[in-house]
């Protein structure tokens, strides 16, 4: 597993070794006079927590944690090599490896949890070899169906034996924080009558996803796993439709304590996947966990700046989300005329086109533009190509690239005279959206496309010029 260590504090002191009042005691065989780190892990990073210094035979020890962050932690070496261990139930903790193979070589002298887990861990590796080995027997009888469907039952019976395995240690060693570690990583079952309808069994699965979870226990954040599950039923489980994810998770966070770290974690793990997301038109959900979430009295872990700054964030989009009726933009063509996104070129699809002529990537995709404007494109589409500066460089980029379609740009006395530019909103002429058509549309970077139905209301964003035609034929077919 890979695993991302970040600095959080400065510099840290040096814990003595093995201190009477230290907890928790190591000692690794062939490390010497050095420094040791403690990490903490929250979701799928660690963060530094303590250090040790290592002495002449290896031994080091770290002061206690707090029972609230308590959790899944790693002892870090130079290398770096890293161990995990399990600081939990307010247990003391003495163990001992070498540096030849610090996990694989472990002996867990005192913690209950740290013996389950690495007997655990032992298990699971050597399955993992059983499986690689049927891996390989599936490779070299590919095309024999009688070996195959053999060794799809070996796989069946093993991992029957991993979740029997899995269930009987977390059942006998309830009480400890191992036990819901390991609970976490068995998947909800499916029962038998379900299992022959694929819809049923899927919601069943989905309703479910979280039963094998205490989401009451703020110590699985401190946990890869949880974060794991909860990325795996973000991006996996769900269909990957906003309006999807959305209800599902505000039906899982009104389950939770509000002012616990699963709460926080959830809120900010789900907000975070939205906002990043690849997929057209996931920045919706970005917008309802702002909405609904990020407030002074619900986000507690943000202060009054960085809660504004994620508020404007959300009000950038909230124009441009799909279904939304794009805003008017009124903007001067090259000849020096008003014109505008609703009122000129009424066509059944409207395509709006934000673009810099400096831009090298712009200068690929227009070219682009103009042939499927000109060669492609049925006679009900309207392309408005939008700059900022409205000069002859631009004059001259739209006349050498043949570009006889709607252009627009903002007057350059608009940038340097206020009155001028207040003048063109009072009188009617423009708009304020239209001159600050950047933050309207959230054009961070061009070329960016909008593609609008006959309302107006945007039906595709973000696309390649020459992902436009397809896009509409899909949606052609889909309105049929």
Not at 215 to 240: A, E, G, M, P
Not at 392 to 414: L, Q, T, Y
Request: proline letters at 3%.
């Amino acid at each position: 597993m890979k695993r991302v260590l970040l600095f959080t504090i400065g510099l840290l002191s040096l814990t003595q070794v093995f201190s009477q009042d230290n907890p928790y005691k190591f000692q690794i065989n062939n490390l010497k006079d050095t420094v040791v780190y403690l990490a903490n892990y929250y979701g799928d990073k660690l963060y530094y927590a303590d250090t040790a210094y290592a002495d002449a035979n290896g031994k080091f020890s770290f002061k206690a944690i707090k029972e609230e962050n308590q959790g899944k932690y790693a002892v870090v070496i130079p290398g770096p090599k890293v161990f995990d261990i399990v600081i939990a139930d307010n247990e003391k903790i003495e163990m001992v490896t070498d540096t030849a193979d610090l996990a694989g070589n472990m002996k867990v002298i005192v913690s209950q949890n740290n013996k389950i887990m690495y007997e655990y861990m032992n298990y699971l590796n050597a399955r993992r070899e059983d499986r690689e080995k049927l891996i390989a027997q599936s490779e070299e009888n590919e095309g024999n169906e009688t070996i195959i469907k053999a060794l799809q039952e070996e796989f069946s019976e093993l991992n029957g034996s991993v979740i029997k395995y899995q269930t009987e240690v977390a059942d006998k060693n309830a009480p400890l924080f191992i036990a819901k570690e390991i609970r976490m990583s068995i998947d909800p079952l499916v029962p038998m009558e379900l299992q022959s309808d694929q819809n049923q069994a899927y919601y069943y699965f989905k309703d479910h996803y979280f039963d094998n979870i205490d989401l009451n226990d703020d110590r699985v954040v401190r946990t890869s796993i949880f974060h794991n599950k909860l990325d795996n039923y973000l991006n996996k489980t769900l269909i990957q439709n906003p309006d999807t994810i959305i209800a599902s998770m505000d039906k899982i966070i009104a389950r939770l304590d509000r002012s616990s770290e699963v709460f926080k974690y959830i809120v900010h793990y789900t907000t975070y996947n939205f906002e990043s997301s690849k997929i057209m038109g996931m920045d919706k959900g970005f917008v309802h966990m702002v909405d609904t979430y990020y407030k002074p009295d619900v986000a507690f872990w943000m202060d009054t700046d960085k809660l504004k700054s994620i508020q404007d964030k959300a009000n950038e989009k909230r124009n441009t989300l799909l279904g939304v009726r794009a805003p008017e933009v009124i903007l001067m063509d090259t000849a020096g005329n008003w014109i505008s996104t609703y009122k000129d070129g009424k066509k059944k699809y409207t395509l709006l086109y934000f673009y810099d002529p400096d831009c090298g990537h712009c200068k690929k995709e227009t070219p682009k533009l103009v042939d499927f404007y000109k060669n492609h494109t049925p006679n009900d589409i309207a392309v408005f190509a939008i700059s900022s500066n409205h000069d002859d460089k631009w004059k001259k980029f739209v006349a050498k690239n043949d570009m006889e379609f709607f252009n627009m740009s903002i007057p350059g006395r608009a940038y340097s005279d206020a009155e001028y530019a207040t003048n063109l909103i009072t009188s009617g002429t423009t708009t304020y959206k239209s001159l600050k058509y950047h933050e309207t549309f959230d054009v961070l970077s061009t070329p960016k496309v909008f593609l609008l139905d006959e309302d107006h209301k945007i039906i595709a964003k973000d696309i390649a010029v020459d992902q436009i035609e397809g896009f509409i034929s899909r949606f052609e077919e889909m309105r049929k």
